[in-house]
C-alpha cells in the first residue's frame, strides 16, 4: 500500500499544476469529459446524483472525519454495482459481478462488457485514465466495436458493412451497463472513423490468416491511431477542441476476450488480469495473467531504454516514470508523447502552452498503445477472472483478491495468515485478536457482489476481519486528501461455468 | 495330388506290420494312431517323407477316433471349411478307389428356429457361396421336401449343403493307417511313451516302456492323452485339451429309405443323421460335463469308465422328439457316451510348440476327429515339411495359449461350456465365455467393476469391454448379443466423446511386454535390426512402431519398441502374442548370444490416457511439462507415484499417452487420473470403443488384418518398412520383390453407404466384399465410425479369382467405374473405398490456434 500510493502520489503532485490548468482549460473551452458523454436514462440519473451525495460528502458542510454509518458506508460501496448472468449451459461465463469507487472527482476509470454478436464471445474490459477522464470515457465506448470488426470472418464483416447502409445496420455488440452516449458532433466523428476503418478491413481481410494476437493489437493501435488523426487539424486547419482535448489524456486498460475455453487478454499499463484457479486440495492459487507495464517491469523499461539514442538513457526513464512523467509505460491516447516535435510545437503548445511538452522530448514516439496479448485455455479449475485498475491492486495482492473472492463463492469467510501488528504484543492481546479473528469467520460475507467484497476488504480488512472505523474513514476522506490515500477502483469479477469447461470440447 | 499317389486297395482288412528292424530311430515319430495321427503319418509319407513311427499305447482307432457321428460338416468359418473341404476329398478319393468308409454325400441342413440363427447361418451364406460352397436357404416346405420325417413348421428357414457329406471313422482311421504303412510308415501298438526328449530345447528321442528312439520330429496326436503326454517332456510343453462327455444315440432299424440329409437342429443343441435305416442322434449340450473329473488322470481303459445317465437328456431326446415326431413311438434308443477332446476356445490346436523346437502338435478335435483329420493330416505334414503353415493357421496355433489355459481345473471349468458354444449363435465381439473366469486380472480389476465395467477375455486377461455408468451398485452384465446395433451402444458414444473431447482412460494392462537387453548395446541392436523391419537404433528416450517379419515379409509380431538404455529395449506387443512372440524371439536368437529376454508383462498395469485434454491432466499429475514429441517416453512421478514411464503415443493414433505404471502404484495413478481428472472430463473407456476408434483410424489389428501371411505393404503399414536400412533384417527380399512386382492383396478401409444403424444388420466381420458384383475380398474387421457416424470395414481386396492381371494398385482399388458392396447377411450395400483414413479434423495445431466462430445472424438470411 505504501509503495503503490506513494507512486501515485507523486504522480499526482508532478501533475497537480498541470492538471488543474487542463481541466480549466476544458471548461474554458466548454468541452471535457462531462460534455462528451451525455447521461441517458433516469437510473444514471439516480446513480450520479447518488455519487454526488455519496461519495463526496466530503465537499458538504459537516464535522470533519466523522464516521459514517454502517449503512452509508454500503450505500456509498454498492453504489455503482453492476452484475449480469447469461443463460446456464451456454457459454463459459456464468455471470459477472462489476463495481467502482471513485477516488478522483470525477471518476477516471471506466469500465465496459459486451457479448460479441455477429461471432461468439464476450468482452470485459477495465481502463484507468489518467490526465482527466476522457481518453478511458472515449475508448471504453469504442474499442469493443474496433475488436469485434477485427473479430469478424471476411463474409461476416461484408454483411455488415452493407448491412450498414441500410436501415436496419446489425451491431456487433451488445453492451451491457452501458449508460452513456456520445454528443452528436463527436459521434458522427467517431463514426466516420469507424467506416473508414471497416473499408480498410475489406480491402485488408481476405489476404491474411486471422491471428487473435494480431487481431487484438490491430484494434487497440487502430483505434489508437484513429483517436490521434481525429484530434489533429483537417484539411482546413480547423482544429476540434473536444477531439484534441480527448488526445491530451491517456488511459491504459485491460480487455478479456471469453469465448468458450479460450481466453485472450490484452492489456495496456498497469491494469491487472488474475485468474483464480482452485486446485484439486480445494485451495485457491491466484495466476496473474498480465504484467504491468510500468518501471518494475524490467523488460518493458529496456525496450524502451533500446528504443531511443543512448544518450536519452538517463532522460527517458527518470524517477521510475516516462520522461519523468508518467507511470505507466504503455497506453493508448497520452499524444502528448506520441506526436513529433513538430506537431507537439504547432498544435500542443499553440493551445496549451509550453508546459504540456514533456522535457527532454527528442526522439518521439515515446509512448505506444500496443497491447500484450495473453492467451490461457480455460479449464474447470479455473474458477473466475478479476479484472482490476491499479486502485485495487495496490492495495492487495493477487491471492488476496483471489482467495477474498474464493471465500465470497463458497460464502465463508477465511481470513489470511495472521500477521501480528506490532511487536512486543502481550498474550493476552493476541489472545483477544484470535477470539475476534475467531468471531469475524462467522460471519458470512455482507455483499452479493464480489467486487463490493474485494472494494470492502481491501479498504477495511484488518487482521480479524473488516473494521468499520477504518472503512468509514477511507470513505470520507476529503476530496483533496483521498487520492493520497486510494485511487479509483474498478473491478469486474467474470465468473466461469465450470460444468460447461469440463464439457466444451478443445 | 493324394489321389495318383494312393495305392490300390485290396482290402480294408489289414495287419500291423511286426516290424523286424530297429525302432530305435525314426526321421519323425507320431504318438497316437488315432485318425489325426494316421492322417500325417500318411500325408508326411505320402509327400516323401516315410521315416515315421507311429506309436500306439493300445490299438490302432482305440481311443476316441472309435466312436464318433460321421458328420462332415462344410458350414462353418472359412479356415476350418477349407481343412475339412480337403477331409471330404480325400475320403471321397479313398471310396472312390475302392476302401468301403461307408461315406455318404448326403448333404445338410442347418435349421433356423429364431430371427437370430436364420441372420448367423445368412452371414455365414454370404461369406462361403463367393469362396465356392454350395448353400442354398430354404422354407420349412423345401426342408420337408428333403426330409419328409422333420417336423418344420416352427422354422424361419434352413440351409441346404449339398456337399455335406457322412462316413464311418474308424473305417477311415484305420485305411489311413492302412494306406501310410504301404509307404513305409511303421506302427508300434501297446507302447507307452514316457517322455519325448530334449537338448537344447529341441526334441532329439522318445522314451517309450521299452527303448529309446531317436527322433528329429515328434508329433502329438495323442488325442485326450494329449496333454499329459506334453507334461511327460522336459521342459513340458501345454496342450489344454481335456475330453468332455459328449452323446449320441443310436435308434433301431425304423425302416428309413435311403438318403436323407444329415439335420443340425442348432436350436435344438442336437443333430440327426441317417445311420442304417435308422437315425444317429447326437447333442452339443449347453452344459457338458468334464469326463474322467474323478480320476487323477485319463485312464487307458477309458470305455470302462463312462457312464450313460439318461436323465441328462431328457430334454434333448424331448426336443429331438418334437423336430423328429415319429421318434416318440421309438423303442428305447441306445446312448453312447463318446467323449472328446475340447480346447478352452473350442478350437483346434495345431503346429510348434512355444520353447520346444521340433515338438509338434494336433488334436483338440472338438467333437468330431474325422472332420478335421483329413486336412489337418495334410497341414501338419506341409508344415513340418516347408518349416512353416502354408496357409494361415492362426486361429489354431498352439502358441496362443499360456500355461494358465493347460490347468485341469481350468479346462474342467471352462470346456462345460466350449462343447454347447459349437451350436451357439456367438454373436460377434458379445459372447464371453462365463466360467473360469477372472484368472488374469488387471490390478484395476475391481475398482472398474464397481465403475460399471463389462470384462471380456483375452488370452485368459479380464479386460473391460465397456462401461455400464447406469448400472449403480449392481454388477452390470453384458445384455443379450445381437447382430444389429448393440444395446450398450450408447455407452461406447459416451466413452468415444470422452476420447475425442476430454480424456478417456483405457485400461491395456493386458499387453505381452518383454524386456530386451545386453551388456553389449551393439548386440542388441544388432538382434533387433535383423528382427525388425523399421529402424531400431533410436535415439535413447525413443519410441519406434514396427513389424517382426518372417522370410516371406509376413508379419510375426507387430510391435513397439521403447529404447530405455543404450543397450536396452522395452517391447509392447498384442496380448494374444504372449507366448508367441517370445518364442519368435527366442527361435531368433543364437545361443551364444548375450541378449537376454525378459518377459515383464505382469510388472506393469498400462493405462492409456487418450484424448485432447490428457496432456494437461498429465501435466498437472505429473507437475511436468507433458508436451513430448510424439513417440518419445519420460520416467516421471504422477501424484504421488514414481517411475511412472510416459509414452508419448496413443493405439488409437488420437492424442495421448500409455502409462506403464509399475503394478504397486496403479491403483493410486487411477485413482489420481480419476479424480483429478474430473475437470479435463475424464471417464473410463472399454476396449470395444477404442477397437472402433482403432478401425475409424485404419489401424490394422494383430490376428485379424495382421498375420503371417500378410505384409506391411499390404496392410498399408510401409511407413514402418526401412528397406533402405542398413541392417540386414529377415523378410527383406520378400518385401523388396514385393515392392518391384506390386502387391497381391491390399487393406482398403469402406464405408458403408445406405445402411440404417437403427435397422439393418451391422457388418462384424467375415462379410464378402465385391467389386461391380465380382468377389474380390473379405472384411477383417467391422465397427462404427464415430466421427463419421457411418460403419465402417476394413478388409483386403484382391482381384477377381479369374482375372489376367493379378496385382492390386490404387488405381485399381480407387477405380471410377468401381463400385462396391458388402454383403451382410444376405444384403448388399454399396462401400466407399479409401486406402488413407478419411480424415476429421481434430489435429492439434488446429486445435490449438483460436478462430472466431461466425453467428450466422438473421439478417444475413
Redesign the interface.
Known sequence: MVVGSARIMNITRNFKLKRQQLQQCSRTLGFGSRKLLTVDGDAADGARLCRCRRFHTSREPRASFAKLSPQEVDSILRANEYNHEFSSGTTSVKSYDSNQLASNNPIEDTRSEAS??????LLVGVFDGHGGGACAQVIAKRLFHYITAC???P??LK?YSA?LQTP?P?DLIKSYNDKVQFVDDVRDIYRNSFLQFLRDLNDLNDKKN?E?HRALEDAFLRLDNDLSREALPKDDGKVNMKTLSVAMTGSVGCVAHI?GA?M?VANVGDCNAVLGVRT?TNSWIAKKLTLEHNTFNQAEVDRIVKEHPHNESNTVIKMERLLGQLAPLRALGDFRYKWSKEIMSSIVTKYFGDQMVPPNYYTPPYLTGKPDVI?HRL???DKFLVLATDGLWDIISPLQVVRLVGEHMSGKVTLSPLKLPRKNMKLWEINEMLLQRKEGLKTKPKDTNAATHLIRNALGGTEYGIDHGKLSQLLSLPDDVVRVFRDDITITVIYFD?EF?????? | MFASKLPKCHSIYYLVVKANYSTQHARVVIGGAGVVGNSVAYHLAAKGWTDVLVLEQSTIGSGSSHFGSGTLGLFKPIADRDLIWYSIKLYQELQQKGYDIEMKRCGSLNLAKTKDRLIALKRRIAYNVPTGLQCELLDSKAVKDLHPYLFTEDLEGAVWIPDDAVANPIKICHVLAKLAQEYGVRYKENVIIKNVLTKNQRVYAVRTNEEVIHCDYFINCAGMWARELGLQCNPKVRIPAYPAEHFYALTSNLNLEEGLPCVRDYDSNSYIRQSGSGFLLGWFEQEAKAAFDDHPAIPKNWRHYLQHDWAQFENFWKKSMHRIPMLSSCPQPRLINSPDNFTPDGRWILGEMPSVSNYFVACGMNGNSLQGAGGIGNAMAEWIIEGRPTKDLLPFHVQRYLDVHNGRQYLQQRIKEVVGRHYAILYPLQCEYKYARKVRCSPLFSVLETKGAVFGIKMAYERALYFDTTCGDKKPTMPPGSFYKPQFFNFMKEEHNAC???VGIIDMSSFSKIDIKSDRAEDVVGYLQKLCSNEVNIPIGSIVHTGMLNEHGGYENDCMLVRQEENSFFMVSPTSQQTRVYEWLTKNLSSKSTVALNDVTSMYTVLNVVG??AS?LIGELSNSDMLLHSFTYKKVNVGYASDVMVMSFTHTGDPGYCLYIPSEYALHVYEKLM??G????VRDVGTLTQRFMRIERFIPFWAEELTSFTTPFEAGNGYNVRLDKKDHFIGKEALMKQKRDGILKQLVFFQLNKINIDVDIWPWGGEPIYRNGEFVGTVTSAGYGFSTNKLIALGFLRRPKDSQVKTVTTDYILSKQAKYEIDIAGNKFPATPYIHAPIFATTVSE?R???????R?K??M
Not at chain 1, 116 to 121: A, K, N, V
Not at chain 1, 501 to 506: E, I, K, S, Y
Not at chain 2, 678 to 681: I, N, P, T
Not at chain 2, 849 to 855: E, F, G, L, V
Open positions: 460479441c454478436l455477429l461471432t461468439t464471445g473479430l469478424l470472418p463474409d461476416s454483411q448491412s436496419s446489425l486471422f487473435m469465448d479460450h485472450h484439486d492467451y479449464t474447470p479449475r465450470s469447461l469440463r464439457h466444451c470440447p478443445v | 475425442r473431447e476430454g485432447p485434454k494437461e479424480v483429478v474430473r475437470d479435463y472430463g486445435r490456434k483460436y478462430k472466431p466462430t461466425a453467428i445472424s439478417a444475413f
